[in-house]
């Protein structure tokens, strides 16, 4: 069973590593949306009180904490405290970093599944 699901983590993993090499894998790095997706989720996990599924509780913690920076990063964008809208340039790069946590959240569940008991 551990080798199937290595092999599913393995598979998956190429896939997304494809299709952000297609698009450009610099559009996917961003430290500071790695580190609070990272932070939150290890945090929610110290939250938690089962320690038997430290693991089940990173990746949901990942998920949570990657909606919880996209809507951060909307909330800024929208109150204009990166004074992006008026300049286009600015805002799809803005608009983009703020959705990255959703992808590092979705990333790191997709990883813990195959850790998973």
């Known amino acids: 069973m551990k080798i199937q699901k ?3 983590l393995l598979i998956v993993i190429a896939i997304i590593f494809g299709a ?5 894998f610099q559009l996917f790095l ?3 949306s790695i580190l609070f997706v990272l932070g939150g989720a290890t945090g929610y996990t110290l939250l938690k009180s089962n320690r038997n599924n430290w693991v ?3 990746g949901n913690g990942a998920i949570y904490f990657g909606w919880l920076g996209t809507l951060i990063g909307l909330i800024a964008i929208a109150g ?4 992006v809208w008026s300049d286009m ?8 970093v703020a959705m990255l946590t959703i992808f590092y959240g979705y990333l790191l569940k997709l990883i813990t599944m195959a850790f998973e008991k």
């Open 56 to 58: 089940k509780n990173i």
């Open 20 to 24: 952000t090499l297609i698009v450009g």
């Open 30 to 32: 961003d430290v500071n």
């Open 80 to 83: 204009n405290r990166l004074d």
């Open 6 to 8: 290595l092999m599913g």
């Open 89 to 96: 340039d600015k805002l799809s790069p803005a608009l983009a």
